[in-house]
């Protein structure tokens, strides 16, 4: 059975740094291109960031250098470091999996809370 948790999000001030982790399992995890979703209150989902089988990374405008993605292949994890963070920010994180171009996103985790306020 295919598993992505998400780690506990949280509360943090502007400006602050908090690191996601998403556990994967019950998959080839270095076969699969992984992605992270985003959902503000009343807003659609939104892309963030997306981490090929080779670690090569791409994201939104919107986070382009403040996140950073990355995974750890023997510990079938993906991250996403999140610095200068701002209210714009505050979301309901997703991790995902990319089945590929038939399938598309194919598996999502739970989803973890964070929310940037003062």
């Known amino acids: 059975e295919v598993q992505l948790v998400e780690s506990v999000g949280g509360l943090v001030q502007p400006g602050g740094s908090l690191r996601l982790s998403c556990a994967a399992s019950?998959?080839?995890?270095?076969?699969?291109?992984m992605t992270w979703v985003r959902q503000a209150p009343g807003k659609a989902l939104q892309w963030v960031s997306s981490i090929y089988r080779d670690g090569y990374t791409v994201y939104a405008d919107s986070v382009k250098g403040r996140f950073t993605m990355s995974r750890d292949k023997a510990k079938n994890t993906v991250y996403l470091q999140m610095n200068s963070l701002k209210s714009e920010d505050t979301a309901l994180y997703y991790c995902a999996r990319y089945g590929g171009s038939y399938y598309g996103v194919d598996y999502w985790g739970k989803g973890t809370l964070v929310t940037i306020s003062s």
């Open positions: 019950g998959f080839t995890f270095s076969s699969y291109y």
